[in-house]
């Protein structure tokens, strides 16, 4: 489980993005909700999530509620994941640094783990692995429609 729980500040952050320009977490969070994901591009829990968060991406444009995925992985193989899943939400490296500044700042040993963070800079809500309910509530914070559609099967949970 991730050191970092809901309810404490998060640790603010800059990091690249795939276009090598520096995102920070203090800039992002004047627009709404953001929600953090750390993933490894051979994570198969990370690939099974991730197009769920791109459809959570695509549904929040509009309100405020951006996402972020943030790569333990280089810069070409996180791009090839983006695409390879088709996600349009911005990519951050925490790899271009050996020692994983902002996964150690977080508390990460498993990926995915997703941090829902309010524009006061507060970890709303936490997830390790894929966890339906949590991004449902994550869905329903960003006050959106329901991610999952009802005639899709989709588990509860798969461990990170």
Do not use: W
């Not at 995102?23 to 051979?42: C, E, M, T």
């Not at 991730?50 to 193989?77: C, M, T, W």
């Amino acid at each position: 489980m991730p050191t970092v729980k809901a309810g404490v500040a998060a640790p603010d952050f800059t990091l690249p993005d795939l276009t090598g320009r520096p995102q920070a977490l203090s800039a992002l969070l004047s627009s709404g909700h953001v929600l953090i994901a750390f993933f490894k591009v051979s994570c198969p829990t990370c690939q099974y999530t991730f197009p769920f968060l791109e459809r959570l991406h695509k549904q929040s444009e509009a309100r405020r509620l951006q996402v972020y995925g943030i790569s333990q992985d280089d810069r070409a193989n996180s791009a090839k994941f983006a695409q390879q899943f088709g996600l349009s939400f911005p990519i951050l490296l925490d790899s271009e640094e050996e020692d994983y500044p902002v996964s150690n700042a977080y508390g990460i040993t498993h990926v995915p783990s997703l941090f829902l963070i309010d524009p006061g800079g507060q970890i709303a809500l936490t997830s390790v692995g894929f966890c339906k309910a949590d991004l449902e509530e994550m869905a329903q914070r960003g006050g959106r429609l329901p991610l999952f559609h009802r005639d899709e099967k989709i588990e509860a949970f798969r461990a990170g």
